[in-house]
């Protein structure tokens, strides 16, 4: 069974770990501990100390974490359900601007004189995005019941768009309906809420924060690695919903559709209703999202950070990780945020530190005309300038060695079977009990 | 969407009264069905019955409008005109999920099996009625202690279902796996787990061994024995002639023989129409 399921990790690995490798937490935090290890060796090189060190495990650890809960709904999506969505960003979108216009303070209580709102309590806000979201994801569904996968993939890229586009818009910007005056801030954007945790450490958690200060260490640590805990708890309720979903006779039916939906319409299965359940309950997760990622990390949101781009990165993301498989996803997400995303930025710290490169190379004929005089810092500069092309870059080549070496992802030939009880155990006994009958009727 | 009310109780002493005339009702009747593709005329009103609890043999060149006509009854496609009555009720139009639903199931030609589904999971999708198809219920502690009890008691079905049809020892395989006969068995075996009354068969045996051919044959009429109705296309004619009560032949989009294998044997439209030859 373990040679039949092995991925290419696993298939190298010596016996004794190999046994280990098999569960799935040990996937999850051994790709986690290298990733770190190489982050802490980049860091030692750079001579960060303990701040230095903790922070830039922080930055990874909340990009793996958000682009894992995203990873994680994609694969519900489109790795269970055959659902083709490629309007992740939109979602996000409609979660976030939702809570945050219900939560800016209302017109005249405004002390910092920007965007009114309606002045909802953050908490039923944040409710209010989730099922805003919830309910965009039924409407961009309802075409999916005619459409097939790659048509219904253009319909939500073209909603995530149009939401984008409806927040850029500068009739949204600010306006003033039956009383309210409110708005999206149009490209300027609006300012998010405030972030609770960071409130807690400012006023009642102060003393935590004193004490840190105390070890020596900048203060600022401890809001910071608390509010990307908050997150990885959001994480692992997300891997814990999706999972138990998907391993159920509700998950069953998603991978029927998946497989032959016609299939599964000839076996009693009203395969519309799976799939707008399926899509809504991932939207909404996605709505959850948006309001803790993008409106926390800087305090402010502009239509410009729900791209399309963002959506591809998630969706390289589950591809490194193997649709279909939970555990591949998230070891995905810390793959690709940990190589591609992040991997760049970190080699031209390292190349800057050791090489010392000098000159300047604003534009690629300046770096080529330098390498004519047998200058090779130029082009290295004008490369590691190019830090977003580099990930693009570096994307692309990811996907054609994936594509030509492991199409399926590294753990998409894994099984995870779609039964709330454990299957294999079942059908194990079964044979036990046959085996021990026909023994015992041989003896007599 | 709305079904009218169920009259199951009284058409089910009505069937079991009439058995014991020489004629019951049709369990499965198509009257008068055309349906045209864009100009191409796929059947061109075919009507006939199906009488409960037999083996129905649907035949006829190819072309003859089998597979369309299977699509019309099973609701995958709808027709242009005539009507599909199923146990006494007016079934046409109806989605392939409320067919299904009501005890009317299919298989297809070229097996669909769930290829990335192991076999048992394939056999624990269909049944009706599961609780944890409702997602809350898949999720929800305590709710899914009940859950995972239906899990319990689908499984010994499924089981069952798989030694019967001898496929238990595949039960843990990817059903992608599986070679051409045992996929032919493994939908047989799926489409059963609904526990339809009748069962729409696209050529069962194609690609099916012939000493398991015997075998699955033995099965449908053990079936058969105990109260369901198959129709099934197949174009093996020595199969058909000797295991089916009822033969109805297919012949350019239209019904051209109903009758007994004998009375089927007999006529000469059917051998022109095998042969090649012009029907008047």
């Known amino acids: 069974m373990s040679e039949r399921t092995a991925d290419p990790i696993g298939r190298r690995l010596p016996d004794p770990l190999a046994a280990y490798w098999a569960r799935d937490i040990v996937k999850i935090f051994g790709t986690l501990g290298v990733v770190y290890a190489l982050y802490l060796f980049v860091g030692f090189l750079l001579g960060y100390d303990l701040f230095g060190q903790l922070n830039s495990l922080r930055r990874l650890t909340f990009l793996i974490v958000v682009y894992g809960i995203a990873a994680l709904v994609v694969n519900l999506h489109w790795g269970y359900a055959g659902l083709f969505n490629i309007g992740v960003v939109g979602f996000m979108a409609i979660g976030v601007y939702t809570a945050t216009i219900l939560s800016r303070p209302v017109a005249g209580q405004n002390p910092t004189g920007s965007l009114p709102g309606f002045g909802w309590p953050l908490a039923l806000a944040v409710v209010a995005g989730v099922l805003a979201a919830a309910a965009a994801g039924y409407v961009a569904a309802l075409p999916s019941l005619r459409l097939r996968d790659d048509y219904f993939a253009i319909v939500t890229l073209a909603f995530a768009e149009i939401v984008r586009i409806t927040f850029k818009s500068s009739e949204l910007q600010e306006l003033t309906l039956f009383g309210w005056t409110f708005g999206t801030g149009g490209g300027r954007g609006i300012r998010t809420f405030s972030n609770p945790v960071r409130d807690f450490f400012a006023t009642t958690g102060q003393p935590v924060v004193a004490a840190v200060e105390g070890l020596g260490l900048d203060g600022q640590v401890v809001p910071d690695w608390s509010y990307v805990l908050v997150l990885l708890a959001v994480l692992v309720g997300t891997y814990w919903l999706i999972a138990r979903l998907s391993a159920s006779p509700f998950g069953r039916v998603l991978k029927g559709i998946r497989d032959d939906e016609e299939a599964t319409q000839s076996l009693a299965k009203r395969t519309a209703s799976f799939k707008i359940r399926a899509f809504v309950i991932g939207c909404a997760i996605l709505g959850l999202l948006g309001i803790v990622w993008q409106g926390t990390s800087s305090g402010y949101i502009t239509p410009g950070r729900f791209l399309p781009e963002l959506t591809f990165f998630i969706w390289i993301a589950v591809i490194i990780g193997g649709a279909g498989s939970n555990t591949g996803t998230v070891v995905g997400s810390i793959l690709f945020v940990g190589l591609v995303l992040e991997g760049p930025a970190q080699v031209r710290r390292v190349v800057d530190e050791f090489v010392g490169l000098s000159g300047s190379a604003p534009t690629f004929p300046d770096a080529l005309s330098a390498l004519g005089g047998g200058n090779i810092d130029p082009v290295l500069l004008y490369v590691f300038d190019q830090t977003s092309a580099l990930r693009v870059v570096l994307t692309g080549l990811v996907l054609i060695w994936l594509l030509k070496r492991r199409p399926q992802g590294l753990f998409g030939d894994r099984r995870e079977v779609a039964s709330s009880i454990d299957l294999e155990g079942r059908v194990a006994s079964r044979r036990r009990d046959r085996t021990e009958t026909a023994q015992g009727g041989d003896a007599d | ?280």
């Open chain 2, 1 to 280: 969407m709305s079904r009218p009310p169920e009259a199951d109780a009284t058409d089910g002493d009505g069937a079991t009264a009439a058995s014991t005339d020489a004629e019951a009702d049709p369990i499965l009747s198509v009257d008068g069905v055309g349906k045209t593709f864009g100009g191409v005329t796929a059947l061109d009103g075919v009507s006939f019955d199906v009488e409960p609890e037999t083996l129905t043999g649907l035949i006829g060149p190819n072309g003859a409008g089998k597979s369309t006509t299977f699509n019309v009854i099973s609701g995958a496609i709808e027709p242009d005109t005539g009507r599909v009555r199923f146990d006494g009720e007016d079934i046409t139009g109806w989605a392939p999920h409320e067919t299904s639903s009501r005890g009317l199931v299919r298989t297809f030609q070229i097996a669909r099996e769930f290829e990335t589904m192991t076999v048992l999971e394939n056999m624990m999708l269909p049944p009706e009625n599961q609780g944890g198809e409702a997602a809350w219920r898949a999720i929800l502690p305590g709710v899914r202690d009940g859950v995972k009890e239906d899990e319990e008691e689908l499984f010994e079905r499924a089981w069952e279902m798989l030694e019967f049809f001898d496929i238990d020892h595949l039960a843990l395989e990817e059903a992608g796996t599986l070679s051409g006969g045992q996929r032919k068995l493994l939908e047989l075996a799926r489409a059963l787990m609904l526990d339809p009354e009748v069962l729409l068969l696209d050529e069962p045996f194609a690609g099916v061994n012939p000493s398991l051919e015997q075998d699955l044959l033995d099965r449908l009429e053990d079936l058969r024995d105990r109260g369901r109705t198959f129709l099934l296309v197949e174009h093996d004619m020595d199969l058909i002639m000797e295991h089916c009560e009822r033969v109805i032949v297919m012949h350019q989009g239209r019904t051209l023989v109903t009758g007994s294998p004998d009375e089927v044997r007999s006529e000469e439209r059917v051998i022109e129409a095998y042969l090649g030859g012009e029907v008047a």
